[in-house]
């Protein structure tokens, strides 16, 4: 059954037909969950299409940090569709390659951060769609593989590329190669996640730290997850002149100003405080006088 996602951008509000992705938000914190649990959450055509539709409709001005999981008590996402796949001429598999390709880059580069809360199976483009977010934390249940090769196909949705840049050429490669899958305690081993949490604590761990991340600069993370991005895959001289422009950038904008002025006031404060201290420190002296001398009785 489609259900209506009620969006607020710009002061409208307007509806998503969705069936197979929910979308809430919770102050400045949003959540999509991908819902299709009689699939395991697998991703079809359509659920891609909904994940799009989704990011593209996100008020990033507004919502802080995204954080993606999956319905249900058992899987993330246990891949892109088998049963879609299965009669995909050689065209049709690199168009469905570039679609999940081009949602997946748009999760990577969205202007907020992205935490991957990972509930159980994420396997193919599972493990794929957990590799475009920028923070990957799951549930002790959660079994993490490129399984594809056993399919007769290649990872399509970016695992040939990311996995390899996130554990390693040698990893990567034995994990697409063997077509093995891992366990949480492996992946948090190997840095595929960086913590593993039981699972009925999960979301609300991956709402905490999104919190952590909200308290701060939205523009400077902003900054700082472009920064990050673009300089990458770049040699360290361009990537680190990136680093400058951007840094730069911050100084336009209010919140340093704020920040800034808020830091220094503090620090007038806490030096004040300490002076009001060391104004209390001929007491402690006496006291420890007075220690002194009762000893020497
Ligand atoms: N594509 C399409 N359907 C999928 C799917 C996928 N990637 N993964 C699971 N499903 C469906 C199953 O077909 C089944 O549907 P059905 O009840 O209509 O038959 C349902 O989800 C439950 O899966 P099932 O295999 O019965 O559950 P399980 O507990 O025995 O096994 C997995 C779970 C995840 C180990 C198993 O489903 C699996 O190996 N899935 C494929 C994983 C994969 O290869 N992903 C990469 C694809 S490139």
Do not use: W
């Not at 999956?70 to 879609?84: H, K, L, N, P, T």
């Not at 969205?110 to 990957?136: K, Q, T, W």
């Not at 919190?211 to 991005?229: E, L, M, R, V």
């Amino acid at each position: 059954m489609k259900s209506t996602i009620f969006l607020l951008c710009l002061g409208i509000i307007f509806s998503i037909q969705a069936e197979f992705v929910k979308y809430e938000e919770e102050t400045d914190i949003a959540i999509l969950t991908i819902n299709r649990p009689r699939a395991l959450n697998a991703l079809n055509s359509q659920v891609l299409d909904e994940i799009d539709k989704v990011l593209e409709s996100i008020d990033t001005e507004k919502i802080r940090v995204l954080i993606i999981t999956g319905e249900g008590q058992r899987s993330f996402v246990a891949g892109a569709d088998i049963a879609e796949m299965s009669t995909l001429t050689k065209v049709q598999g690199a168009e469905f390659s570039k679609k999940g390709n081009d949602v997946f880059r748009k999760i990577e580069t969205f202007p907020i951060p992205v935490i991957a809360a990972i509930n159980g199976y994420a396997l193919g483009g599972g493990c794929e769609l957990a590799m475009s977010c920028d923070i990957r934390i799951c549930s002790e249940n959660a079994i993490f593989g490129q399984p594809e090769v056993g399919l007769g196909i290649t990872p399509g949705f970016g695992g040939t590329q990311r996995l390899a840049r996130l554990v390693g050429l040698g990893m990567a490669k034995q994990m697409i190669f063997t077509a093995q899958n891992i366990r949480s305690d492996e992946a948090y081993r190997i840095g595929l996640v960086n913590a593993v949490h039981p699972k009925e604590e999960l979301l609300n761990e991956a709402k905490k730290l999104a919190t952590t991340i909200a308290k701060n600069g939205a523009n400077a993370i902003k900054n700082s997850k472009k920064a990050i991005n673009d300089g990458y895959q770049m040699e360290i001289d361009k990537a680190i002149q990136i680093e400058e422009q951007l840094f730069g950038e911050c100084f336009q904008s209010d919140e340093q100003v704020e920040r800034m002025k808020n830091f220094l006031e503090k620090g007038k404060k806490r030096q004040t405080k300490k002076e009001d201290k060391s104004e209390e420190k001929p007491k402690n002296l006496r006291t420890e006088e007075k220690k002194e001398a009762e000893k020497e009785k």
